[in-house]
């Protein structure tokens, strides 16, 4: 088993930035994709960025695109996620996640580990 820990999260001003951070322990997770999600109050979770076991490809939901950028240390079994230009609707708790596949997904029950998230808070 493999557990996931984020770290990173906090209040910021809208035009901000943070960095979010996701270590993994137990297992080594280094050839599988990693990737973000978020869930705001009432929202259903959705994709935010992942990136291949290589970190060559990644993508992006269009929201975050130019804004967001999703970088993996495979040493480290770490991945992050560099939050520049942050905006309100960026506000929600942020998950990190791992899928044993080649490819990149975006949907959340393709995923098999789970961190338990870090609250991200953008003010106005």
């Known amino acids: 088993q493999a557990q996931l820990v984020e770290s990173g999260g906090g209040l910021v001003q809208a035009g901000g930035s943070l960095r979010l951070s996701c270590a993994a322990s137990?297992?080594?997770?280094?050839?599988?994709?990693k990737g973000w999600f978020r869930q705001a109050p009432g929202k259903e979770r959705e994709f935010v960025a992942a990136i291949d076991w290589r970190g060559v490809n990644t993508r992006y939901v269009d929201s975050v695109e130019g804004r967001f950028a999703i970088s993996r240390d495979n040493a480290k079994n770490a991945v992050y996620l560099q939050m520049s230009s942050l905006k309100p609707e960026d506000t929600a708790v942020y998950y990190c996640a791992a899928s044993d596949t080649i490819f990149i997904k975006t949907s959340a029950p393709l995923y098999d580990y789970w961190g338990q998230g870090t609250q991200v808070t953008v003010s106005s």
């Open positions: 137990g297992r080594a997770l280094s050839r599988y994709v």
